[in-house]
């Protein structure tokens, strides 16, 4: 028998991860579905968006960060919602201290809302920005590898493409060039966006992308908990699934019974 | 005196440091991050920082997002 190869973990900027599967918390019912689902998706690495405080509002009222423990998690604050270099830095710096100096952000610059797909010109400038100022930054951007490979020389950490629209549920809708991607880049390659099931998720990793960041595939399944466990297991046998190298395809058939010895030759 | 609060125009009756303007909202304790005039500053500033007529303050919190 051969030799089973022993998995690396996701090693991010110095930072090593269990898990190579990176959850959201938007789009839950409650904080108790959210943090059920990220305890069950067994991910290390949980994103969350930074927002206005309601004023006004209860202040006795419960926190993400007191469901979703910065001892517990290592939290990614995202950009999202920013449609300007300049505001995903105020962004990123206002999570840094949020979170008391931690630096690793989630960057994306959106286009419009109708699409939200990257805004790539504001994406490049807002990484170099933040990498000068001290931000391990993991950068969703389109799935073009040109842009992906200038993310990676300004200092991104990680780049993470986006497999279809944000929310759309509609999966790897370009394998050839997240291959490309995959092919050319010296950080760890995440799919961003777009799963919609399991097996999208390990197609993901079959392919050898490093992990996958999801939020909607698991808070909008009508049994979140369930998919979120789901999801750990897609992630794990893709990632397996890669590392024991799959069988070459062929155009014909190969029985896996031999043909000697039938009872009717 | 006024300042912007999160956008909106908001009246300071009180000592106008942001450590009191953070107490003053029901906010002293939380998790929260503060921008005066789009710096940021450092939770451990906040009893030392004065507001003036005008300043733009924005004050954050963490939700959930993916």
Redesign the interface.
């Known amino acids: 028998m051969s030799q089973l190869i022993e998995d690396t973990p996701l090693t991010v900027a110095g930072r090593r991860f269990h898990s190579r599967l990176l959850v959201g918390t938007g789009k839950y019912r409650d904080f108790d579905e959210t943090a059920a689902a990220v305890a069950a998706s067994g991910a290390d690495v949980v994103t969350f968006a930074v927002r206005r405080t309601n004023l006004g509002q209860d202040a006795a009222a419960p926190n993400l960060l007191d469901v979703i423990s910065p001892e517990r998690y290592t939290l990614l604050p995202n950009t999202a919602g920013c449609y300007t270099a300049k505001d995903a830095v105020r962004t990123c710096r206002l999570a840094r201290e949020l979170l008391d100096g931690h630096n690793l952000v989630k960057l994306e610059v959106l286009g419009d809302e109708h699409t939200l797909y990257p805004n790539v010109v504001e994406t490049l400038a807002a990484a170099e920005t933040l990498v000068n100022d001290g931000f391990d930054v993991m950068v969703y951007t389109s799935d073009d590898p040109i842009v992906a490979k200038e993310l990676e020389r300004r200092g991104c950490c990680a780049v993470m493409p986006l497999g279809s629209l944000i929310g759309s549920g509609n999966g790897l809708l370009n394998p050839a060039t997240l291959r490309l991607i995959l092919e050319q880049a010296e950080v760890p390659v995440l799919v961003d966006a777009g799963i919609g099931t399991a097996s999208d998720a390990a197609l993901a990793m079959e392919m050898g992308c490093a992990g996958v960041l999801m939020n909607s595939a698991i808070a909008h399944a009508r049994q979140p908990v369930m998919m979120a466990g789901a999801m750990r297991k897609a992630i794990e046998a893709g990632r397996e699934a890669f590392l024991a190298e799959r069988m070459p395809r062929r155009d014909s058939a190969s029985p896996s019974s031999p043909f000697a010895g039938r009872i009717n030759p | 005196m006024q300042i912007q609060?999160?956008?909106e125009p908001h009246q300071l009756d009180h000592d106008p440091t942001l450590a009191r303007l953070v107490e003053a909202?029901?906010?002293g304790g939380?998790?929260?991050?503060?921008?005066l005039n789009?710096e940021?500053v450092?939770?451990s500033q906040h009893a030392q920082t004065a507001l003036a007529e005008g300043d733009r303050v924005?004050?954050?919190?963490?939700?959930?997002?993916?």
């Open positions: 609060l999160n956008g909202l029901g906010l939380r998790r929260v991050a503060i921008e789009e940021i450092p939770r924005e004050i954050v919190h963490a939700i959930g997002g993916g």
